[in-house]
């Protein structure tokens, strides 16, 4: 039998399991618990159904769990049982299966399992175990020792084991997040969707306001039957009126001096709400009271996060009043100030730009040392460094910061210039960016042959100039995504220890995005989720830039409604 808590307290220490490797079937499941030194303490063969108890007694030891997080811990949440750490192996994989200091030693090690699953394999977490690849997995404790052999043989491995141990965090987050929903005000969403589009209306039919306009568009265009969803007739339209027009975006638009583009742009904007946000959207993702955002844990290549069903990346403005706190509740919303700059500067060691950003706002930092004239400038100059600008306003302004912080500029030139040359690049912690497509080499292998025509030219440097934007703008994005993980998984265990009871009963992360966390928290303890949020921003820079003297200033609120933020 498997041993109690209370049993395993009178064997000591020595019997404690360091982890706790997890595979197997939905109906059975192979259990095998190792101490630090990777000695197997047990080794049993389970009905599935038994997972949580067994997880139950384990967990009071704190060890990490080696398992695919997606398919065993929503069931877990299901029976009211939390762990603190684990080891993704699926998660693991994908990383370093990439990454430049593992990939030689994964590269014959077929695709199983435990490799990332094609998306349309993938399905929200609802089951009580969750996914079953359609290929089974190696072993896990196979695995789990030829990953961490791996880690140990490459050139950082504390910064590849900080990584792994960061990734995994953020996939329990997302499995907790998903369980725990983001309070959803229905009544309020239905009245902000009345307010702006009219009364309801079925699928299919345009909503009263958007029909109003749609006259109004009809009428300044002399085009009475234009449908404005149709790019190819919308723009045949506003050419037939005398503009001049390639495409249908906003922002081109609203160049335009036309009786029809003031209703165009309203139209344009209330018909994305009510396609993406309107009546079918919150009969279909809301219930109970709750929003349950459907997160896929490093689904950018840079290692940020995507999402499935209901587009939880991307709540608008327009509704964000409907995500409202229960009674007796609150919500802390926190965003980090210009996190990619400020992860540029830790990772060029750039003490002049962590000096501009001090305890202040990095932009107004860069016009006070005299680079650029105000803090728009600063800031276009700074995303043209990012994503490689090298036109406009910020392409004219990237010379200016390059003089007053070299290492900074000089670090994302040097990715981009590795980019060109068709190389890798990796970041802080050694997430590495993919390699050219085979279409992208055939273009630069054309380019060299003697007889190349000039077409073939102007496309190879353009997909190289291309892919150098690319791989510029990945190690800092990936970076920052590190660094957003290390915050989570920080906040995470600090919002844990801030109350008792289940998952639901405490401060609890509800939603993420890219740099910005939304806890909810019952009231009484809402100030100090707030300083939660700060005290884990300050760990998870020092975790990937130790002394060097960058801060992550947070914008902090605490509010009934996001609206309010």
Not at 421 to 428: M, N
Not at 472 to 482: D, P, S
Request: proline share 6%; hydrophobic share 45%.
């Amino acid at each position: 039998m498997t041993l109690t808590a209370a049993e395993r307290d009178s064997d000591g220490a020595s019997s404690a399991p360091s982890h706790v490797v997890i595979d197997g079937t939905r109906e059975r499941i192979r259990v095998r618990a190792l101490d630090s030194g990777g000695r197997v303490l047990e080794d049993r063969l389970l009905p599935a159904v038994q997972l949580p108890t067994l997880v139950e007694g384990w967990e009071p030891f704190s060890p990490r769990w080696v398992w695919d997080t997606a398919a065993r811990y929503p069931g877990l949440l299901a029976a009211g049982v939390r762990v603190e750490r684990c080891h993704d192996l699926r998660l693991a994989r994908g990383i370093l299966r990439r990454a430049a200091a593992t990939a030689e030693r994964f590269a014959a090690i077929p695709v199983d399992g435990w490799d990332d699953l094609p998306a349309e394999q993938r399905t929200a977490p609802a089951a009580l175990f969750g996914l079953e690849p359609e290929a089974a997995p190696a072993d896990a404790l196979t695995e789990f020792e030829r990953q961490n052999a791996a880690v140990e043989a490459a050139p950082r491995p504390g910064a590849l084991r900080l990584l792994l141990a960061a990734e995994s965090a953020g996939a329990l987050a997302a499995a907790e997040m998903w369980h725990a929903g983001l309070p959803w005000r229905a009544d309020v969403h239905e009245r902000i969707l009345e307010q702006r589009l009219g009364p309801r209306v079925g699928d299919g039919v345009r909503p009263a306001v958007l029909e109003r306009l749609l006259a109004e568009i009809r009428e300044a265009l002399t085009a009475p039957a234009l449908n404005p969803d149709s790019p190819v007739e919308l723009v045949k339209a506003l050419r037939a009126a005398g503009l001049v027009v390639e495409s249908t975006r906003s922002r081109e638009l609203a160049a335009l001096e036309h009786p029809a583009i003031p209703p165009l742009l309203e139209y344009k904007k209330l018909a994305r709400l009510a396609s993406a946000n309107g009546w079918h959207w919150l009969d279909r993702w809301v219930e109970q009271g709750r929003f349950r955002p459907d997160y896929v844990v490093g689904g950018v290549v840079t290692g940020r996060w995507a999402t499935r069903n209901g587009g939880a990346m991307q709540l608008p403005k327009q509704i964000r009043a409907a995500v409202t706190a229960d009674a007796g509740w609150r919500l802390v919303v926190a965003d980090a100030a210009q996190l990619e700059p400020r992860v540029l500067a830790g990772m060029a060691q750039d003490r002049s730009m962590a000096k501009a950003g001090h305890g202040r706002d990095l932009y107004d930092g860069i016009v006070a040392t005299g680079a650029v004239a105000d803090r728009t400038a600063a800031k276009y100059g700074m995303l043209g460094a990012l994503y490689g600008a090298t036109q406009g306003t910020g392409g004219r302004l990237v010379p200016r910061l390059a003089q007053r912080f070299p290492q900074s500029l000089g670090l994302v030139e040097r990715a981009a210039r590795i980019g060109e040359q068709g190389a890798t690049v990796s970041t802080l912690l050694g997430r590495t960016s993919p390699p050219p497509s085979e279409q992208w080499r055939a273009a630069q292998r054309a380019a060299t042959d003697l007889d190349a025509d000039p077409v073939a030219l102007r496309r190879a440097r353009s997909l190289a100039r291309e892919q150098g934007r690319f791989t510029r703008n990945f190690v800092v994005q990936g970076t920052a995504a590190e660094w957003a993980l290390c915050w989570m998984a920080e906040l995470r265990k600090r919002l844990w220890e801030l109350g008792s009871g289940a998952l639901h009963e405490r401060p609890h992360l509800v939603y993420f995005l890219h740099d910005e966390v939304l806890v909810h928290t019952p009231e009484g303890v809402a100030e100090q989720a707030a300083q939660a949020v700060r005290e884990a921003a300050v760990t998870a820079g020092r975790l990937l830039f130790g002394g060097f003297p960058i801060d992550f200033p947070l914008d902090v609120a605490v509010v009934d409604s996001y609206a309010d933020a």
